[in-house]
């Protein structure tokens, strides 16, 4: 069973950064790809971003590319969610997720963080 806590949400100016947290249980979070999701009011849930076990990897959607920045501490079981010159449209509760069986679906879940970008 792998936990996982998200937290840094919060409200943010548009233009204005900030960055998420998430705190995952376990030995072997080493070995978990991680990602970034969110969901909008009224919207369904959408991929942000992923990295690879050791960090090397980043992928993202074509929405936060050159925005946001994913990176990870496996010393610290945490993964981060950087997310730089933000728009009213990245308002949505944002979700960590890990797979931790390789096969490229998210097997765990946290229970989100909502941030919401306004003036």
């Known amino acids: 069973q792998v936990q996982l806590v998200e937290s840094g949400g919060g409200l943010v100016q548009p233009g204005g950064s900030l960055r998420l947290s998430c705190a995952a249980s376990g030995r072997t979070f080493s070995s978990y790809v991680m990602g970034w999701f969110r969901q909008a009011p009224g919207k369904e849930r959408e991929f942000v971003g992923r990295i690879s076990r050791i960090g090397f990897t980043t992928s993202y959607a074509d929405a936060v590319k050159g925005r946001f920045t994913i990176s990870r501490d496996n010393a610290q079981n945490t993964v981060y969610l950087q997310m730089n010159s933000l728009k009213p449209e990245d308002t949505a509760v944002y979700y960590c997720?890990?797979?931790?069986?390789?096969?490229?679906?998210?097997?765990?879940w946290g229970k989100g963080t909502l941030v919401t970008v306004s003036s």
């Open positions: 997720a890990a797979d931790t069986t390789g096969n490229g679906g998210m097997d765990y």
